[in-house]
């Protein structure tokens, strides 16, 4: 059994809003969401900045005791799959039984865990919190999330690094065409902006030493040395098609094909050809049946280091071949900021309103492309144009690639 699968709901906390039309205003408008880190002391860091959320109100989702059992990377994701909730207006059409819930994390309650491990430390195991276990684990966003929403159906914690939001979008599209679901919340989250993980990824030079905030995150330009951590969280309500026509539902897009490959190369390093990720492009391109007259933009990963932007360009022409001279292709991490876990979340999310508004979000500070780097990837500005497919790819540490694929309906 093969069934349709359509985006009706759509949520995301983020550096650059805390709602969907506000993130999309700024990611539109070229908004940059990296700033100086104030949350704690840098000073004995390389790296002082980074794409955190701002100004996030916990009352509006929980109460005060609640909210304390609560990792913060959890309070984003029911946050951002509250907003995908309402915005799709399932609640009571849905048999909850046929209701599921996959969201993942990169890491998870990093903070959780710091703050214990302090504890056990300076204080011996009485100041462990009995909260510790149910508040760090990666998988508890997805429980929380199936608890508040009673979604008693499939339910999945997907983790594969920075990859791990678009396999969670994509596995939830699988379960719902091959018929065990009739609607899935899928998602990312992630808030992992702290001492340990900047001091980790500047010492195995993987971050941006550049220290203007707003010019820092450059994918694909010849200036660019490292990525920007961020961090929030993107849901989507994905159901399928005759369920939502039925309920008359806003449809913002189908989603019509996905692919998922590892390049089995590097714990960190990209497969320097991009075939990986090009066959998880190609596989979800094929699955999506994409014309070739279609009118493509692409959410690509674009994290703003040396290798994966090149590899991904080589991986974005071998998968489309000349036809990837006619897409329009943009990295929003240039105004968020990597956000792990959550990134192919929001990424999925850019490229379904580049559908629904037919508008292409910029690469900002792409000032002048490097050497190898000759596709459209919409310097600085947002560019109107009609949108049929759109796709979003992503890459994670051990070799994880994957891309889905979006049609205008």
């Not at 702290?194 to 010849?222: V, W, Y």
């Not at 961090?231 to 913002?252: D, F, P, S, T």
């Not at 489309?320 to 999310?349: F, N, V």
Request: net charge negative; with cysteine.
């Amino acid at each position: 059994m093969s069934r349709r699968v359509v985006v009706t709901g759509l949520g995301a906390i983020s550096p650059v809003g805390n709602d969907v039309p506000t993130m999309w205003k700024n990611m539109i408008d070229g908004v940059c969401g990296i700033d100086e880190i104030s949350a704690f002391d840098t000073s004995d860091l390389k790296v002082h900045i980074a794409g955190t959320v701002k100004g996030f109100e916990p009352e509006k989702y929980f109460e005060k005791r609640e909210a304390k059992k609560l990792d913060i990377y959890c309070q984003y994701a029911i946050a951002a799959a509250q907003e995908a909730v309402d915005d799709s207006k399932i609640l009571g059409t849905i048999d909850e039984n046929r209701f599921g819930v996959y969201i993942g994390a990169g890491i998870g309650g990093l903070n959780t865990f710091v703050n214990n491990t302090i504890g056990l430390e300076t204080g011996g195991p009485r100041k462990v919190s009995p909260f510790f276990i149910p508040m760090m684990i990666g998988n508890i966003a997805t429980g929380n999330v199936a608890i508040r929403f009673k979604a008693k159906g499939v339910s999945l914690s997907v983790m594969s690094a920075c990859a791990t939001g678009t396999n969670s979008i994509g596995e939830a599209f699988h379960a719902i065409k091959d018929g065990y679901a009739d609607a899935i919340i899928a998602g990312g989250a992630e808030a992992v902006v702290a001492p340990l993980t900047i001091a980790g990824f500047q010492n195995m030079k993987a971050l941006s030493t550049n220290p203007d905030p707003k010019k820092a995150s450059r994918p694909f330009d010849k200036d660019r040395d490292g990525f920007v951590m961020g961090e929030g969280a993107g849901m989507l309500i994905l159901e399928e098609y005759e369920h939502a026509v039925a309920r008359g539902a806003k449809i913002y897009a189908e989603f019509c094909g996905y692919g998922n490959t590892c390049d089995a190369y590097h714990v960190t390093a990209p497969d320097p050809e991009g075939a990986g990720l090009a066959r998880a492009i190609k596989i979800a391109f094929d699955e999506a049946s994409v014309p070739d007259n279609a009118q493509i933009y692409i959410n690509a990963h674009g994290t703003s280091t040396h290798l994966n932007d090149l590899t991904e360009t080589m991986a974005i022409k071998t998968a489309l071949g000349e036809k990837a001279y006619d897409a329009s292709i943009s990295s929003t991490k240039s105004m968020t900021g990597h956000m792990l876990g959550a990134t192919g979340a929001i990424e999925a999310i850019a490229a379904i309103k580049a559908i629904d508004e037919g508008m292409i979000p910029p690469t900002i500070n792409l000032d002048e492309p490097d050497e190898g780097l000759d596709l459209n990837y919409t310097p600085n500005t947002a560019v109107k144009r009609e949108v049929n497919v759109a796709a979003s790819t992503n890459l994670g540490f051990g070799g994880h690639d994957a891309c889905i694929v979006f049609k205008k309906i």
